[in-house]
């Protein structure tokens, strides 16, 4: 089992900065690839962002519509996600994601293993 807790979200005003966190505990974080998935009311969950585990190098991938704006990374027990020039269409709830094998812009939500509980990000116009 992977717990994860998300934080650092909240209300910024378009062209603004936040980041957020995904604390991990139980299994060994490093084995599984991480990413950050949203979801604004009315719309189906998507992703935005991922890396692969610290064993298979840490390769990211992103969203075309974060690509540029939006840095994801990780150290030895936490995920992150730096977004810059927030846009009001990146209003939503982002929800960390773990999944041993792949995590990168084919994977459906529905193959996520673990998620967390999810975190609100509003962008003010």
């Known amino acids: 089992q992977v717990q994860l807790v998300e934080s650092g979200g909240g209300l910024v005003q378009a062209g603004g900065s936040l980041r957020l966190s995904c604390a991990a505990s139980?299994?060994?974080?490093?084995?599984?690839?991480m990413g950050w998935f949203r979801q604004a009311p009315g719309k189906e969950r998507e992703f935005v962002a991922a890396?692969?585990?610290?064993?298979?190098?840490?390769d990211t991938y992103y969203a075309d519509s974060v690509k540029g704006r939006f840095t994801i990374s990780r150290d030895n027990v936490n995920l992150y996600l730096q977004m810059n020039k927030l846009k009001p269409e990146d209003t939503a709830v982002y929800y960390c994601?773990?999944?041993?094998?792949?995590?990168?812009?084919?994977?459906?939500?529905?193959?996520?293993?673990?998620w967390g509980q999810g975190t609100q990000v509003t962008v003010s116009s």
């Open positions: 994601a773990a999944r041993t094998g792949v995590v990168d812009t084919n994977t459906h939500p529905g193959a996520v293993e673990y």
């Open positions: 139980g299994r060994p974080f490093s084995r599984y690839a």
């Open positions: 890396i692969s585990s610290s064993w298979s190098g840490g």
